[in-house]
């Protein structure tokens, strides 16, 4: 997905995505964790659902390990067997990004199949989340907190 991009790929700070990697893995993954480490905050979309639960969009904090996100994954879908294999994303890049790509849209397509509208809302909620926190992370370096400056002004 990184690397190497092929016909739709995306170079940006550095990283070169390739959405049309991406937006397969999105059209074919059971689960997939799309994880933002500069947020420590993971998009968290499980495809599956029944008679009972629709699919989960959600933000969860991030993994540090695949075992551990299965763990979470049991938690959170008690009545789901564990997934044949999760599709583990990391998006380097802005969140508004992901929009501006049709990687959300392609979430969201991938979601209205269930039926399950509630699982769209929380998609766009948790997208919207994504779009606060780092907003929040943004002001935080520009006023320095939690971050330390390369050089300072002598005063």
Partial sequence: MFGQGK???????????DISEIKR???????????????RKTL???????????PLAK??????SVEERFKSLRK????????ESITVMAWPKYVETMRRLGILDKIVERLERSGYTESIAACHKGFNDLLKLERQEVVRAIKGNNYKSLWERKR
């Fill in 44 to 54: 968290l979309i499980d495809t599956r659902y029944n008679t009972v639960d629709g």
């Fill in 59 to 64: 933000v969860v904090p991030m993994a540090s």
């Fill in 25 to 39: 893995n999105i059209e074919t993954a059971e689960v997939i964790a799309l994880y933002f480490p500069l947020l």
């Fill in 7 to 17: 016909k739709e790929g995306f170079l940006d700070s550095d990283f070169l995505v």
């Fill in 76 to 83: 959170l879908r008690p009545n789901f067997t564990v997934p």
